[in-house]
């Protein structure tokens, strides 16, 4: 399948922090149907450059086209613990003009959290925070998702659920960049696979049905 | 524009849910109120000074220190799971934050002096309830003044270490031309005097809300960027 | 020229400033204590009003140019502007210091109390205070593109809230008169202590701009020291 305009594109990308350079002339693109992951050793700078993709940080230097609305799921759930999952969604939904009761009750239909509705987010374990947040962040129907670590913390079956869900969402045109060290349990989903060390991008190579952990240790060999 | 009212007031109830459930900041800015109140009431030597003379200096301690307690909470309760962040990978317009908050500060602080006021009143002995109008106007001009400035700082500094001590630091200086202001006008309309007298002052405390809620409001969006 | 060459050229340059600054500053004091008659009311302890009052000049300049600095700042983002309003901000923060010890020192014997809260000493206590939030608030941030932009939003609301402040503090005090009138406005002098205040103000004026070149030399200096430093540090 060709792939269709892209819905990001970084050009350039570069982000200093207290004098440190963290990020240095990052350039990538990402097509719809497009699953991105994002792999590389800790302090390299992953979670820095998908919160600069999403726009809470200001790039140094470079450029970031963003063509579609994306929805972003991170480490904290960004949610209120104090209100409930409905609640919460009810709330973003509404920031996003997104109207209707239909909307939040399908969402928490989709990650399986209709149960627990109206608890409140404190109450949650990971796993179900991790279920609202991705909620959260297709409340508007986002073209690009930018996930950082979504398996962390999840037991094997909650893993694999996302993990359809993603392949899921994928198969329907929404483009994702997903930092993950959990490759193998993202073998279905990943379309693409690209290294970020010291805070520069390696190339981006397409796995074309190959196991991302192989391809991951090829590229990890011919570095050594 | 409409948008912008229309997230700003979101914000502004999720806020106030947000309180109501919890309760926590309301209790204890109640508490404090009493506190401050009482002690400042016992503490001075009933011979040598009158209740009437210590008390406005005693029900503006009183707001302003319940108005730092709203303004941490305001920022605060964003940080636990990175909320904010949330908010800000919504398209609204950022000023709609400042707003937000501002108006779930006032509202917050305003339960708070609601309550206190009958409690100063007991405690104290004034007669508030003749110039009761003009009291709650000149309260409500310099709580704006307090509200706007300490959102836009509450918001600074939350991110900084020692964010507890930065906010009462950074404000102080701000909060001398409306409390003065407010302390002035209280002590002189319970001694009698015609809200005309006071007119000085009341132009002093608009000019200082047109000023600064024009000034934070414009600002925020610089202190939201990391 | 590097930049590191440019820094030490004004650092160099603000030294030479200041020396001319303090050689006035001595020439000063001679005026003052020598050529100046003595006061009537208050004896020799007035002259110390040739350096309290521009000290409370410099430090009301300082707040002006560092609230000016602060808008520019958040225009152009340049970093070297951050730096010369942060300079401006500790010079500052130096002469209100010299103005509210001067202060008591000049009072005491006339007032007969260290402390009084009169309009200008409490104006300048509240700029001090205002200097020293700036000040701290620049400590605890170590991103040097948050602090800038963080200190120039205080910057800004400070030169604002200023004329609040002195409006505040007159209002107050007209209705509350102080015990002794004490007025050390210029326009009321005689000849001759006049020439010696001015002479003071121009001095002062002076050593504020030594000052503040040297200040933003040694900042800029130890900015580009932190960058080399984690460059290294890759």
Redesign the interface.
């Known amino acids: 399948m060709p792939p269709s305009e892209p819905v990001l594109v970084a050009t350039g990308v570069a982000r200093?922090?207290?004098?440190?350079?963290v990020l240095a002339d990052v350039s990538l693109a990402v097509s719809p149907g497009q699953a991105l992951l994002l792999v590389g050793p800790n302090g390299a700078g992953k979670t820095t450059l998908l919160r600069v993709l999403?726009?809470?940080?200001?790039a140094?230097a470079g450029h970031v086209d963003r063509r579609a609305?994306?929805?972003?799921v991170?480490h904290?759930?960004?949610?209120?613990?104090?209100?409930s999952a409905r609640?919460n969604l009810r709330?973003?939904a509404?920031?996003?003009?997104v109207n209707g009761r239909g909307r939040v009750d399908a969402l928490l239909e989709q990650v399986g959290m209709t149960q627990r509705a109206d608890d409140?987010v404190g109450t949650f374990s990971r796993g179900m925070l991790q279920r609202v947040a991705i909620a959260?962040a297709l409340v508007?129907e986002p073209g690009l998702l930018l996930l950082d670590e979504p398996l962390s913390g999840l037991d094997d079956a909650a893993s694999r659920t996302l993990a359809a869900l993603l392949g899921a969402l994928r198969d329907r045109g929404t483009a994702m960049i997903i930092v993950s060290h959990q490759l193998e349990l993202l073998r279905d989903v990943g379309t693409h696979i690209v290294r970020l060390a010291?805070g520069r991008l390696g190339p981006v190579e397409p796995l074309a049905g190959r196991d991302p952990v192989e391809v991951f240790a090829r590229q990890m060999q011919g570095m050594g | 524009m409409r948008e912008l009212t229309r997230a700003a007031w979101h914000i502004a109830v999720k806020d106030l849910a947000i309180e109501w459930r919890t309760k926590t900041a309301f209790a204890s800015g109640l508490v404090f109120a009493v506190l401050v109140l009482a002690v400042l009431f016992f503490s001075r030597d009933p011979t040598a000074v009158s209740s009437q003379d210590i008390a406005p200096g005693a029900i503006w301690v009183t707001f302003t220190f319940a108005s730092m307690l709203g303004l941490n909470r305001a920022f605060l309760l964003e940080r636990e799971q990175r909320a904010l962040d949330g908010i800000l990978l919504t398209p609204i317009p950022r000023t709609a934050v400042f707003w937000g908050k501002f108006v779930a500060n006032l509202a917050f602080v305003g339960a708070i002096q609601a309550v206190s006021l009958p409690l100063f009143v007991l405690f104290y002995d004034v007669p508030i309830w003749a110039r009761l109008p003009e009291l709650v106007l000149v309260i409500v001009m310099a709580t704006v003044a307090f509200v706007a400035v300490g959102t836009l700082l509450s918001a600074m500094v939350v991110r900084t270490r020692y964010a507890e001590l930065m906010l009462p630091l950074l404000l102080l200086p701000f909060l001398v031309p409306p409390l003065v202001s407010g302390v002035q006008v209280t002590a002189r309309l319970l001694e009698g005097r015609p809200l005309s007298d006071l007119s000085g002052w009341l132009r002093l405390i608009a000019g200082f809300d047109l000023a600064f809620v024009t000034l934070a409001a414009s600002l925020f969006h610089v202190v939201l960027d990391e | 020229m590097t930049t590191r060459d440019r820094a030490r050229r004004i650092g160099r340059a603000g030294m030479a400033v200041t020396l001319l600054g303090l050689a006035g500053l001595a020439g000063v004091y001679v005026r003052a204590l020598v050529y100046t008659p003595v006061e009537r009311s208050q004896g020799a302890a007035q002259k110390i009003f040739y350096v309290h009052v521009p000290a409370a000049w410099s430090a009301l300049v300082a707040i002006a140019v560092t609230g000016l600095l602060s808008i520019l700042y958040l225009w152009l983002k340049d970093r070297r502007i951050d730096l010369a309003a942060a300079a401006s901000a500790e010079v500052g923060v130096a002469f209100a210091t010299i103005m509210l010890t001067t202060g008591p020192i000049w009072g005491k014997p006339i007032w007969g109390t260290w402390w009084t809260w009169d309009a200008r000493l409490t104006s300048t206590l509240f700029l001090f205070l205002l200097f020293v939030g700036y000040l701290v608030l620049r400590g605890v941030i170590t991103d040097p593109g948050i602090r800038g932009r963080f200190s120039a939003v205080i910057g800004i609301m400070g030169l604002v809230l200023v004329p609040f402040i002195h409006l505040t503090v007159y209002l107050f005090r007209t209705l509350h008169p102080a015990p002794i009138v004490l007025k050390p406005s210029a326009p009321s002098l005689p000849g001759v202590m006049l020439v010696t205040l001015m002479s003071s103000l121009g001095v002062f004026t002076v050593l504020y701009v030594g000052f503040m070149m040297q200040r933003y030399a040694l900042g800029l200096l130890r900015e580009l020291r932190e960058e080399e430093l984690a460059g290294a540090a890759g």
């Open positions: 200093r922090f207290a004098y440190r350079r999403a726009g809470l940080l200001r140094s609305p994306l929805g972003m991170a904290d759930s960004m949610l209120y613990p104090a209100l609640e709330f973003f509404r920031l996003h003009g409140r959260r508007h010291d």
